[in-house]
């Protein structure tokens, strides 16, 4: 049935999509009280409270028990989950790693954390001589390679314990970190940056620098990396050269993802 735009909308949907427009656009904020959404909706605290109610029982909405106050629910989490596996994030990405291989002439992969392990999806290579081995397919350590890192940046302390508690960190080069301390520093500087690099220390001579790319609530569902030989990858040429254009194509896919930062 084709859509009409003179069909009168149904008020109850028309107030619930208005209440989650409240939580999207508020920033640095993510609870509620009725008093508050009944004023900003111009609704009387009945009808707010009664739409909460709804929405709470299909777990879109849920209620701080110690605020008393209301947030996002983990139904909002996955209804949009289930857009992103939809959308297909490898077909989203691909034009613009294709665009990121033009402009600095190295490849570009494509990788998802999943616990303490980076999985490359996919890569588009540089029209190089000299080429690093395709890491796709692989199972990789997050804590040293760029990808990894730049999504580890956003794991909580407990997280990353429940991770790498009384776990060997194993050394593949000199380069590697191998205690959680300097992991866990070395992370909060990642996160401060907002991208990380691999210095050699999962191979030798292979450096990368990644960005990660973020769905609607700014958490990192994949990253971006740009890889290459490291007489190749310079300190100047990551920062200057790649990091820019790396920065500009993550945020474009991060923004089709409903990213809004």
Known sequence: MPYKTNVKPVQSVHHALELFEVFRTAEKKEEFGVTELSKTLGLHKNNVFRLLATLESRGYIEQNMNTENYRLGIGIFNLGQKFINKLGILKLAKPFMEKIVEQVNESVYIGILR?????????????????????VGRDVPAYCTAIGKAQLAYASEE???????????????????????????????????????????????????????????????????????????????????????LKKYSREISKRLGFQG
């Open 115 to 135: 616990e303490g392990s980076v999985i490359y999806l996919d890569i588009v290579e540089a029209p190089q001589t000299v080429r690093i081995v395709s890491r």
């Open 159 to 245: 997280e990353l314990n429940k991770i790498y508690m009384g776990a060997r960190l194993r050394r593949y080069t000199d380069k590697t970190i191998t205690s959680l301390p300097a992991l866990k520093k070395h992370l909060r500087d990642v996160g401060e940056k907002d991208y990380a690099i691999d210095d050699e220390e999962f191979e030798e001579r292979v450096r990368c620098i990644a960005i990660p790319i973020k769905d609607y609530l700014g958490v990192p569902v994949s990253a971006l990396s740009v890889s290459g030989p490291a007489c190749r990858m310079s300190d100047e040429k990551m920062t200057e050269e790649i990091l820019p254009v």
